[in-house]
């Protein structure tokens, strides 16, 4: 398998233009997380979907973000409007439910700059 | 809510010394224990985890990690730090039902010198 994949790797914009970030989790994984990390707050995690249906939204920092799983293959996650202030490195993780110890899986992260 | 504490922000060992890397951790059941390592513009790799048998729980690359209840600590020790193990070390605690939500620490930066 090829892991968590997440795209793009580097994302450089203005502020005030809309951002969109991508991940593909792993085949056959049901939980899929989406964390923000940043050298004043670490890791925080934004949002999960559990079965492609958001679970719990309240780490989204406002409504300029938002998140959306169409397919069990496919997230997205979108800031609009970007500030100089969502410039953090976005991973995506995914997870195999269920009641063993499965633990999460995590993408190679999006850097992004907003200018 | 559960929350993870990582004392130390940077540690400095030489090549070949042995590491501790501290972690507490508040959660008001059985937690389920994780240790990460990120490298630089890497994403995070699980070294061990844990949630119940065997305190002392193995992992990869020569970690291992020992709960202790009494204490609420799970802290991460190799016996021979090599120059690659140089990173970033997160710990993290997942609540419990299916999605197993993780809190991470703020975590520990791994220096080591030749």
């Known amino acids: 398998d090829a892991g968590v994949i997440q795209s793009p790797r580097h994302e450089v914009t203005e502020m005030g233009q809309e951002v969109t970030l991508r991940c593909k989790p792993i085949s056959g994984h049901d939980y899929l997380f989406w964390y923000r990390q940043t050298m004043m707050r670490g890791l925080e995690l934004l949002i999960y979907f559990n079965n492609n249906v958001p679970i719990d939204d309240s780490g989204m920092p406002e409504d300029r973000f938002s998140a959306k799983m169409p397919n069990a293959s496919f997230s997205t996650l979108k800031i609009q409007p970007s500030e100089p202030r969502d410039s953090a490195v976005y991973f995506c993780a995914s997870r195999l439910g269920g009641r063993g110890l499965n633990e999460q899986f995590f993408g190679p992260g999006t850097r992004l700059t907003v200018l | 809510a559960q929350s993870v504490t990582q004392p130390d922000i940077h540690i400095t060992v030489s090549e070949g010394a042995s590491l501790e890397l501290r972690c507490n951790y508040s959660?008001?059941?059985?937690?389920?224990l994780f240790w990460y390592v990120q490298s630089p513009g890497q994403g995070l790799q699980l070294l061990l985890k844990?949630?119940?048998?065997?305190?002392l729980v193995q992992g990869i690359k020569g970690f291992e990690a020992e709960f202790k209840r009494s204490q609420s600590s799970f802290n991460l020790r190799k016996p021979s730090v090599h120059w690659s193990d140089a990173a970033e070390y997160f710990c993290a605690v997942g609540a419990g039902g299916s999605a197993r939500q993780l809190t991470f620490g703020s975590g520990t930066q791994l220096t080591v010198l030749p």
């Open positions: 844990y949630f119940s048998g065997d305190t």
């Open positions: 959660y008001g059941a059985t937690p389920y």
